[in-house]
């Protein structure tokens, strides 16, 4: 049964699935008097299947060894036990305590169990790969282009507007000189509408320009939800570009995937102010390991959670962002201020490049270290040439790895550089952003950087 066809399933209709396909699995749970019977057995049933050595009976017994035990939850900062088993023992028995429940979990165990029974999980034709991507319009369908064509001729008047009325002293580039006729000014915004950087200096930054741009769209309970966002002091930040890829006639395509990055859910207002995931694991004091045990340089540029991956955060612009996603894993940054949209506060305080010979070191000397995700903020935020020199950094430090690799025994050996990868939403926020420069930087970073081991360029 497709994957789509079962989460529509109810737990009732779920349950009689898994008594019909695996009908052992059921039945084992039945001569079970609790959660802790049928882990045990579970075992067992696993250790003498005829597919006892394989990937997905591992899997079950990696659930097997978890089930029961708990773990400390940093975002809770409280105790949590593993139930997985025990709750699909309950499942299958009728003793389950949540009946409104969402079926995922049982729905992905399933599929589990079946590999176990060796039922392969079919590929897709191409002809119905192809079938489901043209379901929906793209951004190259007409009907598509004339509403964004609309919407940025509308935004192009409304930034002559936004340009002639701003009270701003700091001076800017993007100003009209002194006896410009109006067309001659629509021209320049025009212009100006290709430079990524005119593009964040006109960024929407608050629920009633929003409705503004959007030609007065937005429902009133949408407006109330951003107002409190505002009121609890939630950043807001879209660039007039990224709006302009949003259908405000209400019946022409379904923007709804591009709307959710800057529109807030009701449950993120709401938890706004206590946000506390992952930021125990990037606080870095001199000496001691972060939550997660590792030892770090001083500040907060590296940050790491796993043994072969480890995040550098640059002192550029990369700290910062083309806009503020809904559903961005460091909202905590933004509510304690640690990350805001005033780029000028965001510039480097002392010298980046002597900084990053530094920070390089702690890649070069670790044995474990395999992968770089450069972000931030947003990698591709940082100028060209501050780029140019992070990857010749990371470059030329993993041409150092090898060559001390070269001289030192087996088992002493450091990690080599295998993967670099940029954190960027930049493609969609502004692809004006990716220029021929850029390009060519990023070019010339994959040819060398794969000539000293680095299979991944992402």
């Known amino acids: 049964m497709k994957q789509k066809k079962m989460l529509a399933l109810t737990l009732s209709q779920l349950g009689l699935l898994y008594r019909q396909e695996l009908p052992d699995l059921a039945a084992l749970a039945d001569a079970c008097c609790d959660g802790a019977e049928f882990r045990m057995r579970l075992g067992e049933f696993v250790d003498r299947h005829a597919a006892a050595e394989s990937e997905a009976a591992e899997q079950i017994r990696l659930l097997i060894g978890y089930d029961g035990q708990e773990v400390h939850e940093l975002s809770t900062d409280c105790r949590l036990e593993i139930q997985t088993l025990t709750l699909l023992w309950q499942f299958l028995t009728g ?23 060796g039922a392969e999980i079919p590929l897709p034709s191409p002809q119905r790969v192809r079938s489901r991507t043209e379901r929906w319009p793209s951004g190259l369908d007409e009907a598509v282009r004339a509403i964004r064509a609309d919407n940025r001729e509308r935004m192009l008047h409304l930034l002559v507007q936004k ?29 100006w509408w290709d ?12 629920p009633s320009e929003l409705n503004h741009f959007l030609a007065g769209s937005l429902s009133s309970e949408t407006m109330y939800l951003l107002s409190k966002a505002r009121k609890k002091g939630m950043p807001f930040f879209a660039t007039p570009y990224y709006l302009s890829l949003l259908d405000v006639t209400g019946d022409g ?59 550098l955060i640059p002192d550029t612009m ?39 010979r530094r920070l390089m070191n702690y890649f070069e000397e670790d044995t474990q270290l395999r992968d770089i995700l450069i972000t931030g903020g947003d990698a591709l935020m940082s100028q060209n040439k501050t780029l140019r020199n992070m990857l010749e950094a990371v470059y030329r430090m993993a041409c150092r790895k090898r060559r001390a690799n070269a001289g030192r025994p087996d088992g002493e050996k450091y990690a080599e550089l295998q993967r670099v990868r940029l954190g960027s939403r930049l493609p969609a926020y502004l692809p004006m952003r990716v220029n021929d420069e850029l390009v060519e930087i990023l070019r010339e970073f994959r040819e060398k950087a794969s000539a000293v081991g680095v299979k991944q360029f992402i």
């Open 253 to 311: 395509y379904d923007d709804a995937a591009i709307r959710s990055y800057i529109l807030y859910s009701p449950q993120l207002v709401e938890t706004y102010g206590r946000i506390r995931a992952w930021e125990r694991e990037d606080v870095v004091e001199a000496g001691k390991p972060n939550a997660a045990g590792w030892l770090l340089p001083d500040g907060h540029n590296i940050h790491r959670r796993y043994p072969e991956v480890a995040i």
């Open 163 to 191: 340009i002639e009325n701003r009270k701003s002293k700091t001076p800017s580039r993007y100003r009209f000189a002194e006896g410009m006729t109006y067309d001659e000014k629509y021209r320049q915004v025009a212009a």
């Open 318 to 356: 990369g700290r910062a962002c083309g806009g503020l996603c809904a559903s961005c894993q460091r909202m905590y940054d933004f509510q304690s201020e640690r990350l805001n949209f005033e780029f000028e506060a965001l510039r480097p305080k002392e010298s980046w490049d002597h900084k990053l």
């Open 195 to 206: 430079d990524f950087r005119f593009q964040l200096a006109m960024a929407v930054k608050s």
């Open 95 to 117: 003793r389950l305590d949540n009946s409104e429940m969402p079926s995922d979990l049982f729905v992905d165990l399933f599929h589990l169990f079946r590999l176990l029974d």
